[in-house]
């Protein structure tokens, strides 16, 4: 059995789940915000040395955690308390309970994880990425993190007109794209010191990158036919998109980074000069993948339902 940990109106994990029956394998979508309401947990443990953890489902269905064989950690959704329980107290003490609950159990399953749920959350992390990136050999911007205003107004008069900033995260709350930071927000730094901002260097565009990881496999994609906006390409509204060949140095260390930040799946930012120099930005451990397959016809969503019917002897050649 195979499970995808997503929300049923997610178009990639109902992607994979159709690449998944295509090859004949069981698969299926576990929706957390149906727990506690309509899915249950249960461990077991006997003194005759068998453990069992399970999940219940509306309808009766269980599934044996020990029959699982991999895994899909794809942007799980938050926990679905019922609205009566109103008092924030209890509603914080529940989803602690919860959340405990769920990770004691994952951590207990010999499955192949994509990806593991502590390493996809510690590889999200920034400054984690860029100094793994650093000790691999990749290139990156000339990058300040910082929330202290001395240091980002030295850094901006280094690099005259040609700093670009960006969050660490983004939310359905504020959501910023990367920005060209201009004279007029200079006179904000003071602002600076309520929250950590990245600044980097501009890197001018020969071309922007899009590598999706899995396993060992990369699947890049140049992106080409911009618009008026550079900094981000997501905001390139003619942008188009063809496979691109890495050159064998630049993908060994991409291997490698994946490998140092124990991921199985990973989606890549990069760009390349107009020099050709290949300069790293970022990687996202639950990056979407769907517009590059659709764009370049690289089978991206089939080569992921491979990995996981592979299972966890996949993690062990990768691994190995």
């Given at each position: 059995m195979i499970l995808v940990i997503s929300s049923p109106e997610d178009p990639h994990a109902q992607?994979?789940?159709?690449?998944?029956?295509?090859?004949?394998?069981?698969?299926?979508?576990?929706?957390?915000?149906?727990?506690?309401?309509?899915?249950?947990?249960?461990?077991?443990?006997?003194?005759?040395?068998?453990n069992h953890f399970s999940l219940g489902f509306a309808g009766g269905d269980r599934v044996?955690?020990?029959?699982?064989?991999?895994?899909?950690?794809r942007r799980p959704q938050p926990f679905g308390l019922p609205a009566e329980l109103a008092e924030p107290a209890y509603r914080q003490f529940a989803?602690?309970?919860?959340?405990?609950?769920?990770?004691?159990?994952?951590?207990?399953?010999?499955?192949?994880?994509?990806?593991?749920?502590?390493?996809d959350a510690a590889a999200a992390h920034k400054p984690?990425?860029?100094?793994?990136?650093?000790?691999?050999?990749?290139?990156?911007?000339?990058?300040?993190?910082?929330?202290?205003?001395?240091?980002?107004?030295?850094?901006?008069r280094r690099y005259?007109?040609?700093?670009?900033?960006?969050?660490?995260?983004?939310?359905?709350?504020?959501?910023?794209?990367?920005?060209?930071?201009?004279?007029?927000?200079?006179?904000?730094?003071?602002?600076?010191?309520?929250a950590p901002v990245?600044?980097?260097?501009?890197?001018?565009?020969?071309?922007?990158?899009?590598?999706i990881a899995i396993g060992d496999r990369l699947f890049a994609a140049e992106a080409h036919g911009t618009d008026d906006y550079?900094?981000?390409?997501?905001?390139?509204?003619?942008?188009?998109y063809r496979p691109h060949t890495l050159p064998d140095g630049v993908a060994a260390k991409l291997r490698a980074l994946q490998r140092r930040l124990g991921?199985?799946?990973?989606?890549?930012?990069?760009?390349?000069?107009?020099?050709?120099?290949?300069?790293?930005?970022?990687?996202?451990?639950a990056g979407q993948f769907l517009y590059i397959e659709q764009l370049t016809g690289q089978p991206i969503a089939a080569a992921l339902a491979a990995h996981l019917s592979a299972g966890a002897a996949a993690a062990g050649a990768a691994a190995g």
């Open positions: 992607a994979v789940l159709a690449e998944l029956d295509r090859l004949g394998r069981p698969a299926r979508l576990v929706n957390l915000a149906e727990f506690p309401m309509r899915m249950s947990l249960s461990a077991r443990f006997d003194n005759n040395g068998s044996s955690l020990a029959d699982v064989t991999a895994v899909w950690w989803l602690s309970e919860a959340s405990t609950a769920f990770h004691g159990a994952w951590q207990s399953t010999e499955a192949l994880w994509i990806n593991d749920p502590v390493r984690w990425q860029l100094k793994l990136a650093k000790e691999v050999g990749l290139t990156l911007p000339e990058t300040l993190i910082t929330n202290d205003p001395a240091a980002a107004r030295e850094f901006w005259p007109g040609e700093v670009i900033y960006k969050p660490f995260l983004q939310t359905a709350y504020a959501w910023r794209e990367t920005r060209l930071l201009r004279r007029a927000e200079e006179a904000l730094a003071e602002a600076v010191r309520l990245i600044f980097q260097r501009y890197v001018p565009a020969g071309a922007d990158l899009r590598i550079e900094i981000d390409v997501r905001f390139n509204t003619r942008v188009g991921l199985e799946y990973g989606a890549i930012d990069m760009r390349r000069t107009p020099a050709g120099e290949y300069v790293f930005f970022e990687v996202n451990p």
